[in-house]
T-cell receptor, first 114, second 110 residues
């Protein structure tokens, strides 16, 4: 069964460093999303992406964040200058247009900022 | 604004039914979802219901939707220890953005 994959599973970085989190959505899906979950808290929407542009973003998704679909298969989330409070589990999700609108989630990348 | 509320904990005996409740605020939501998260793992889609339905059954899972009261519930029949996890209710908007509740931690004991 097709699935969303994410790499790395765990990323440790120093405060102020740039990180890129990678996702490979399900191949025929057209809508892509990033969410994050700070430890013990609810899952929060960051950004949605369709047709090579952002369709919606949350207040969390400030200028330090960017997304890209560089090659038709990968979907990346970049954090330019990480802060301690960026430590969280980051989930990528994708959905197929015209389907039941169901989003399928990847296993997540745990980001630890020291 | 959009908000989803859930009770935080539920403890049941193995073999009993579990009922997890959720309320939401966005009446324009098209779909409502239940996701399961096991410790250290990602989000697994359990089931969903379209907003013009009031019930959906899928094996041991029954979803009830009261659109008037904006209340969603998930019933797990014959709850097993493997059902122990956090269960998230979520609603979606027109671009598919999911708004999650805080999650209900289900503990199943012998």
């Amino acid at each position: 069964e097709p699935e969303v994959t994410q790499t790395p599973s765990h990323q440790v970085t120093q405060m102020g460093q740039e990180v890129i989190l990678r996702c490979v959505p399900i191949s025929n899906h057209l809508y892509f999303y990033w969410y994050r979950q700070i430890l013990g808290q609810k899952v929060e929407f960051l950004v949605s992406f369709y047709n090579n542009e952002i369709s919606e973003k949350s207040e969390i998704f400030d200028d330090q964040f960017s997304v890209e679909r560089p090659d038709g298969s990968n979907f990346t989330l970049k954090i330019r200058s990480t802060k301690l409070e960026d430590s969280a589990m980051y989930f990528c999700a994708s959905r197929e247009t015209g389907s039941t609108d169901t989003q399928y989630f990847g296993p997540g990348t745990r980001l630890t900022v020291l | 604004g959009e908000d989803v509320e859930q009770s935080l904990f539920l403890s049941v005996r193995e073999g009993d039914s579990s009922v997890i409740n959720c309320t939401y605020t966005d009446s324009s939501s098209t779909y409502l979802y239940w996701y399961k998260q096991e410790p250290g793992a990602g989000l697994q889609l359990l089931t969903y219901i379209f907003s013009n339905m009031d019930m959906k059954q899928d094996q041991r899972l029954t979803v009830l939707l009261n659109k008037k009261d904006k209340h969603l519930s998930l019933r797990i029949a014959d709850t097993q220890t493997g059902d122990s996890a956090i269960y998230f209710c979520a609603e979606s908007n027109e671009v598919g953005k999911l708004i999650f509740g805080a999650g209900t931690r289900l503990a199943v004991h012998p």
